[in-house]
């Protein structure tokens, strides 16, 4: 593995993303992120690119500018994502091709074009994060559990593609995480359903994911891939 720690953080703007993408300029990686607007996370170590990953020739501009910059991301985190509290007999098309373009079709994309670089490269660790919506069939979550469900397949697929690399693809499956907004988009009454059935109720705390992550991300765990692991207790 090469020596310069880099890490490639999709959605970094704000939440989870933008919180991981501090905690991992503060471990020592140059972190690349990118959403589609600004960011107001400025350092020396962070580089960022507006950009709206649902668009093909979008995502292949931002890494032909990391290639020109010489940039070597060994890990990516799939981060970027929308959620929608809505019955399917509620929801709109126009929602529900929202979340699938950015939920699986940006994962897609980001994917494809990192995996490029990680093969020339000769080494990478992708991780996806996906939710515990999806087993436990949340509901008002049919099309973002939908969308992540296709992320999970996806990157076991991908896993399968790159197994004559060391290249990695897993898959983190979260609960709520505290202090990123991720129960914006549910009310009170479904988290506290959610949070019934598992076996680790309590909120996560960044640094859990952070772990987690590494655990993944780790050269020494070559050998661990195709997996989705599921915080809380889900079976």
């Given at each position: 593995?090469?020596?310069?720690?880099?890490?490639?953080i999709?959605g970094?703007?704000?939440?989870?993303?933008?919180?991981?993408?501090?905690?991992y300029?503060?471990?020592?990686?140059?972190?690349?992120g990118?959403?589609?607007?600004?960011?107001?996370?400025?350092?020396?170590k962070?580089?960022?690119?507006?950009?709206?990953?649902?668009?093909?020739?979008?995502?292949?501009?931002?890494f032909?500018?990391?290639?020109?910059?010489?940039?070597?991301?060994?890990?990516?985190?799939?981060?970027?994502?929308?959620?929608?509290?809505?019955l399917?007999?509620?929801?709109?098309?126009?929602?529900?091709?929202?979340?699938?373009n950015?939920?699986?079709?940006?994962?897609?994309?980001?994917?494809?074009?990192?995996?490029?670089?990680?093969?020339?490269?000769?080494?990478?660790r992708?991780?996806?994060?996906?939710?515990?919506?999806?087993?436990?069939?949340?509901?008002?979550?049919?099309i973002y559990?939908?969308s992540?469900?296709?992320?999970?397949?996806?990157?076991y697929?991908l896993?399968?593609e790159c197994?004559?690399?060391?290249?990695?693809?897993?898959?983190?499956?979260?609960?709520?995480?505290?202090?990123t907004?991720?129960?914006?988009?549910?009310?009170?009454?479904?988290?506290?359903?959610?949070?019934?059935q598992?076996?680790?109720?309590s909120?996560?705390?960044?640094?859990?994911?952070?772990?987690?992550?590494?655990?993944?991300?780790?050269?020494?765990?070559?050998n661990?891939?195709?997996q989705?692991?599921?915080?809380?207790g889900?079976?």
């Amino acid at each position: 593995m090469p020596m310069s720690k880099c890490i490639f953080i999709s959605g970094s703007s704000r939440g989870l993303g933008l919180q991981l993408a501090e905690e991992y300029v503060k471990l020592g990686y140059l972190v690349i992120g990118c959403s589609r607007g600004n960011s107001s996370f400025k350092h020396d170590k962070y580089v960022h690119y507006e950009v709206d990953i649902v668009h093909d020739e979008d995502v292949k501009t931002v890494f032909s500018d990391i290639r020109k910059k010489k940039f070597n991301p060994q890990i990516l985190i799939n981060n970027a994502g929308i959620e929608l509290s809505s019955l399917l007999s509620m929801t709109k098309v126009d929602d529900a091709q929202a979340i699938i373009n950015t939920n699986l079709m940006g994962t897609f994309l980001i994917s494809r074009e990192m995996i490029k670089l990680m093969q020339r490269n000769g080494f990478g660790r992708i991780v996806n994060l996906s939710s515990i919506c999806v087993s436990l069939g949340t509901v008002g979550a049919s099309i973002y559990n939908a969308s992540k469900a296709g992320v999970e397949a996806m990157g076991y697929s991908l896993a399968n593609e790159c197994k004559s690399f060391d290249i990695t693809l897993n898959t983190l499956g979260l609960s709520y995480v505290e202090n990123t907004g991720m129960s914006d988009a549910r009310s009170n009454v479904v988290i506290s359903n959610s949070q019934q059935q598992l076996l680790k109720p309590s909120f996560l705390q960044v640094d859990e994911v952070v772990k987690a992550i590494n655990f993944f991300a780790a050269p020494e765990s070559k050998n661990i891939t195709g997996q989705t692991i599921y915080f809380g207790g889900v079976r």
